[in-house]
């Protein structure tokens, strides 16, 4: 008896780690074909060795409980052998059920998140050299932008950011006109740097050398790249030194109204400028304990009216979940949203190009955009570079009692994060929201809630089956085992042909049962739950009885 209960467990876990080394090889001889990024290489493999795993593992669990029931004893009749050797067989299909539930719904998103990461840094990353050979730089830098939220050390992506700043620094070298003209680059942060450089150049003119060094190396400091603006710099300030007061004496007192000045912005509630103002500072003395102060309590106070672009780069480095379509019927009116992609992370929900439509009319644009609890932003910093802001535009309707960039709406993350969750496939929606999230997909979201019935009850079946494959291999194993006690070299040996074998009748299996679910799911939508259970259970009392017949009818 001690050998019949000691085989299922070593079978079982051989085939599945057998299984599991095969889905890692077909992984790794598919990843060429895939197009997946060298960074998520091993992830994905994993991903598809365990996704293999688990569309392997009923057919394992059949196998190995007939190999294991081989050498029962036929005197002791099912019930008698069932009793002494189902424990470790049903042991081991819980503990498979609950991994299939709770973590292959993840595993799966996963894989696909690989894979569409990659899809769209490689498009982009072309777009971004198509546009640079036709001469349109800032869009090569935008679509860039992208590539780096996905893998920033990617030797293509690197080797073409170069490419994009030597172009830039290259149109730099033009001499620098009064006024933008059509060609110059279409880049918020040399346009800011450029508007400031021509008022250095002015203040230069009407003899404020202060003014003029101080707008020089603001410039300087947003766009780095124009030489012309270095020499500025260094014409203004030894202009500076060629003045009576000593340069020391100069810039410490500039540092000091500088300071100053971006207190006042503080209090002034303008937390943006006062972040700029302090951010310029910290560069200069960051070992100041006032700025150092001010500067996180003006970082503190623009987070409430903005947030900072490299949070949208981490979210979309880890979550790219497409476009979204939301709306949300609330007292005080209707939200629409409308974004080409969107990204969770824990910072809230990000979106990019967005289109909002409100209540009173409000329209607008947004080209990032972060929505968390139930406040939406939609003005973006970058922190190394504050001059460099991404702001909304209305295209009708006022802003809110928050102000231009910041808006209440009527909803909150979590209904966004559900939404997408629910508007996904629906093998990736994980099982305690396909539990709780029906009633509203269909009343709220409005979604066509029959897959994702359908897709519940598959999940509620896997329990029932994986029970049901062990009954019947008991059976069968009991029913056709051999005259002589078979050798547990051969078992072990045989176990991986015969799950190939055993995969074909259970596929077949899985799709009458995909058919049964759908027609119940559509048929009977109010009690659906109920009507699939007790089919359910109904299978599995069948199985008993199937699988003691077939023991019962065996030779002895």
């Given at each position: 008896m001690a050998d019949r209960t000691s085989r299922f467990l070593p079978i079982a876990l051989g085939c599945m780690t057998l299984a599991f080394i095969t889905g890692f090889g077909s992984g790794l001889l598919s990843i060429g074909k895939a197009n997946i990024l060298y960074r998520f290489a091993v992830q994905w493999e994993l991903c598809v060795a365990v996704l293999f795993l688990a569309a392997w593992t009923p057919a394992i669990l059949l196998v190995s409980s007939a190999l294991a029931f081989e050498v029962a004893d036929r005197g002791e009749g099912f019930s008698g052998a069932a009793s002494k050797a189902l424990i470790p067989a049903l042991v081991l299909a819980a503990a498979v059920s609950i991994f299939y539930l709770l973590v292959v719904p993840g595993i799966r998103e996963r894989k696909t998140w690989y894979e569409d990461a990659s899809a769209l840094f490689s498009s982009s990353l072309m777009d971004a050299r198509d546009a640079l050979a036709k001469g349109r730089i800032a869009e090569?830098?935008?679509?860039?932008?992208?590539?780096?939220?996905?893998?920033?050390?990617?030797?293509?992506?690197?080797?073409?950011?170069?490419?994009?700043q030597a172009a830039f620094i290259l149109e730099a070298d033009a001499p620098a006109e009064p006024a933008p003209a059509a060609g110059e680059p279409d880049d918020p942060a040399w346009r800011t740097a450029n508007r400031f450089y021509l008022e250095s150049l002015r203040a230069r003119d009407e003899g404020r050398l202060f003014d003029a060094n101080y707008l020089a190396r603001r410039s300087l400091s947003i766009f780095p790249r124009r030489p012309e603006v270095r020499r500025l710099v260094e014409e203004t300030w030894q202009a500076l030194q060629s003045l009576g007061p000593s340069a020391e004496e100069l810039a410490d007192a500039a540092f000091y109204k500088r300071k100053l000045e971006g207190y006042a912005m503080l209090q002034e509630k303008d937390y943006l400028s006062a972040f700029r103002r302090f951010t310029e500072l910290a560069a200069d003395a960051d070992a100041d304990q006032d700025v150092r102060k001010y500067l996180e309590?003006?970082?503190?106070?623009?987070?409430?009216?903005a947030f900072f672009l490299d949070e949208d780069r981490r979210a979309f480095g880890e979550s790219d979940l497409g476009e979204l379509r939301f709306e949300s019927a609330q007292p005080g009116g209707r939200w629409a949203l409308e974004a080409a992609r969107c990204a969770v992370s824990d910072d809230g929900v990000f979106f990019r190009d967005l289109a909002v439509k409100g209540p009173g009319g409000l329209e607008l644009t947004a080209p990032f955009a972060r929505l968390r609890g139930d406040v939406l932003l939609v003005r973006a910093v970058d922190r190394e570079k504050p001059d460099v802001v991404?702001?909304?535009a209305y295209l009708a309707g006022k802003p809110g009692e928050l102000g231009p960039y910041a808006m209440r709406v009527g909803f909150d993350e979590g209904n966004v994060i559900e939404k997408i969750r629910l508007?996904?496939?629906?093998?990736?929606?994980?099982?305690?929201?396909?539990a709780t999230g029906l009633g509203r997909a269909e009343s709220e979201y409005r979604l066509d809630v029959a897959p994702l019935r359908a897709e519940f009850g598959l999940r509620l079946a896997y329990p029932f089956v994986t029970i049901m494959l062990i009954l019947m291999g008991a059976g069968l194993g009991i029913r056709f085992k051999a005259i002589e006690p078979p050798r547990p070299?051969?078992?072990?040996?045989?176990?991986?042909?015969?799950?190939?074998?055993g995969l074909?009748?259970?596929?077949?299996?899985?799709?009458?049962?995909?058919?049964?679910?759908?027609?119940?799911?559509?048929?009977?939508?109010?009690?659906?739950?109920?009507?699939?259970?007790?089919?359910?259970?109904?299978?599995?009392?069948?199985?008993?009885?199937?699988?003691?017949?077939?023991?019962?009818?065996?030779?002895?």
């Open positions: 090569a830098e935008r679509l860039l932008l992208v590539c780096r939220a996905i893998d920033e050390k990617d030797e293509g992506y690197k080797e073409l950011y170069d490419r994009v309590l003006s970082r503190e106070g623009l987070e409430s009216v991404w702001e909304p508007s996904g496939p629906v093998a990736d929606v994980p099982l305690a929201l396909l070299l051969a078992t072990y040996l045989s176990a991986p042909f015969l799950v190939v074998l074909v009748p259970i596929q077949a299996g899985a799709r009458a049962g995909r058919f049964m679910v759908s027609l119940l799911a559509e048929s009977l939508p109010g009690s659906f739950i109920l009507a699939w259970a007790a089919f359910l259970a109904l299978c599995t009392v069948a199985s008993v009885f199937f699988a003691a017949r077939v023991a019962l009818n065996a030779p002895r």
